[in-house]
């Protein structure tokens, strides 16, 4: 399909005409507004984060910042941030698909796919401050689930040695959110499948089980992989409920950007621009691979 | 083993999966109403939302909100519309370019983009931070850009649901012009995009904390964070409302989108 063609010679061959549209300003004046702010927004704040972490401390061009990038505290807070986005990218992606199997072919009633996916746009969108308190009246010292624990004589926080402030309660929340995201963007790869394959399977002689280990899920591998990395660059780049649950005090890629802005606690303000840098290459490289499994996937559920 | 005896045992396995994890999601709502019940001494009932909407904090960083969400949906809207309008008729090659922007947001983390924001804008030339009114300003075309993703997506979806160019020639043939068409045509068949795309939009920036707080604004997010650090009860009380805003938000996008589909197949049909 060859969109336009005959607009575009109009819009070529006229210099002077009345309608705003054709005359080469009008022709840019409805998509001006979106390139000035998102260049003013977006871009350019990057840039300069881009410029600065490239400077020495004496000015002049470096990548001196990306070298210190290995120091310990910056290893050791990237590390953490991804460690948790591995997790909860694997195991929300994991639930997320058994969700999303469930109510789309699991034999459950069709009004419980209905509230599964609006309750999944309200959770995916609950992250932040509202989220990290209600784990804290879950899971923190004080949570319902903490006393129920302790009447049974087991204290989570003493006894197990669990905390909501660590790798395995961030985990817990951060799932909170993950979940219901790999849930939205993977019903519609289930709903691609088609009712053919399944019957010419099962003409063939295929077992449940073939089919879904030699059709359903190689044609899925692409949409769920590509999921899972954008549920990775979902909880790589989260800021505010760690923030809200630690008080910016834990180790972690966001929060330590968050220390360097109020106050620089890496003593070197060109590294503190490479950490953020960092973070903006891993995201980008995260998303450059999700579009490319996600068009992959596309030939196939249409 | 028949086919539907393995076909219960599915139902009853995809049962038990399901009630599993909606337990992980509701016992955290479960618990944090619970606790909001609790604010008075030895009585279950609702003191702490009393105390919420009583502190003298609460309704000036709430209405700032809600201001500056109306503020950048509208705006967000006046750009975007014509943006989505224009590479789906006028500039088509301009479609990859637009789409790659709009990815933007989700590459660039809000704790950086802040960054980068106070480091562009705190000094002259171009120091916009000085006051706080200005600062705020500056927040909402931060948000007006962020929100790009979600209202270009709902608006383009609203485009390809409609056949723009038939209704544009229509339109032009009957002597409009370009503000008429917009207004009068275009406008009106994507109230279901709109909706949804400036309900989405709302859902995100009336609590969001990240870029608010390093820019010093007294919003609603640095405020429930404030409040989870000072006070015992009225922050239960506070996830309560916040979860029921973006329920609502969400729930009245699912209903309308609803409303457009079924009103959709029916034409369809007949």
Redesign the interface.
Known sequence: MKPNTNSKSVNLTVGGALRPPRIPIGRWLGVLPFFVFSGLFLIAPTLVLAYRSLEGPDGGLTIGNYLLLTSETVVSSYGMSIRISLTTAILGGLIGFLIAWVVSMGGLPPRFRLITTTFSGVASNFAGVPLASAYVFTLGRVGVITALFKLVGFDLYRTAGFSLYSFLGLTIVYLYFQIPLMVLTILPALDGLKHEWREAAENLGATPFQYWRDVAFPVLTPSILGTMILLFGNSFGAHATAYALTGGLFNLATLLIGQQISGDVLHNPGLGYAVAMGMVIIMALSIFIYSILQRRSERWLR | MSASS??KA??L???F??VF?SL??L??????F??SLRGAKDVLGFEAYRKLFADTNFLPAFSQSIVNAVATILLSL???V??A???T????K?RPV?EF?T??????????????????YSRPPLLLTSTYDSSRVLLI??Y??LS?PYMFRAVDNGLRAIDVRTLTEAAQSLGA??GTILFKVIFPNLRVALLSGAL?TF??VI????IA??MAQHTL?PY??DL??SKVYE??A??IV??AI??AA??I??FVGRGATRSKTKVAID
């Open positions: 393995s076909a599915n139902q396995s995809s049962r999966i399901y994890v992980y999601f016992i955290p709502l479960g618990a944090t619970y606790w006046l750009i975007v014509p943006t309008y224009w590479v008729l006028r500039l088509p301009l637009v922007i990815l933007l947001p989700f590459v660039i983390p809000a704790i950086v983009l802040v960054f980068g924001i106070i480091r562009l075309c931060v007006v850009a790009f012009n370009w989405l859902a995100i609590g969001e904390l990240t707080l390093y997010g429930m964070a989870t650090r922050p239960s506070m996830a916040a979860f973006t329920w969400m729930g996008i699912d």
